[in-house]
């Protein structure tokens, strides 16, 4: 199946500081990539749809300018959590699709002290 | 609004055993549903996809079934084995959106 990478697959910092995440399809183009957020012990929550050469959507009850969006390039969206707080604790995973199936990264655990 | 829910939350069988997970969505307007496995602190790998015009998906010791007019899904595992162990997520899409059930956490003891 295709791959998608996710780096890094953990980060801890400072509350306060911001995050990027990136997101790649390692072996195929991905016009359309997925954001979602997984607290413990709960299911995925769809965070934004990324589209390449243009704005990200969001869910309702995401901020925007919080959790910037941009992709850039076919096989790279990079999600940046700025000005992290505790709260922005979570496990972040990506994916994209190829026709009707969906294809995920591992994962990025984000640590705010 | 899709809501997705799954049952039982939390299994835990001997091995050797065959099992059903359940999946309800209470919007059978979909596009697809997709089974998925999530290992603790993993991402998710794909286990089966059922196309709303299907009924069931095989793969391996893995049956998908979907009845779309009654908002269900089943994956059924046969002869589980301890490496079955982690969660299984359903999610439904329609259009652009996914929607994800919270998961069963299964576990086979040996």
């Known amino acids: 199946g295709a791959v998608v990478s996710q780096h890094p697959s953990w980060v801890i910092c400072k509350s306060g500081t911001s995050v990027k995440i990136e997101c790649r399809s390692l072996d195929f183009q991905a016009t359309t990539m997925f954001w979602y957020r997984q607290f413990p012990k709960q299911s995925l929550m769809l965070m934004a749809t990324s589209n390449e050469g243009s704005k990200a959507t969001y869910e309702q009850g995401v901020e925007k300018d919080k959790f910037l969006i941009n992709h850039a390039s076919l096989t790279l969206s990079t999600l940046t959590v700025t000005s992290a707080h505790p709260e922005d604790s979570s496990f972040y995973i990506c994916?994209?699709?190829?026709?009707?199936?969906?294809?995920f990264g591992p994962g990025t655990r984000l640590t705010v002290l | 609004k899709q809501e997705v829910t799954q049952i039982p939350a939390a299994l835990s069988v001997p091995e050797g055993e065959n099992l059903v997970l359940n999946c309800s969505f209470t919007?059978?307007?979909?596009?697809?549903l997709q089974w998925f496995r999530q290992d603790p602190g993993k991402g998710l790998t794909s286990l089966l996809l059922i196309q709303s015009s299907q009924r069931e998906q095989t793969s391996g010791r893995l049956n998908a079934s979907l009845d779309k007019s009654s908002g269900r899904s089943t994956l059924y595992i046969a002869a589980s084995q301890p490496g079955d162990s982690a969660t299984y997520l359903c999610a439904v899409r329609r259009g652009q959106n996914f929607v994800f059930g919270p998961g069963t956490r299964l576990s086979v003891l040996p």
């Open positions: 994916s994209a699709t190829i026709d009707v199936e969906q294809f």
């Open positions: 919007d059978s307007a979909i596009y697809n």
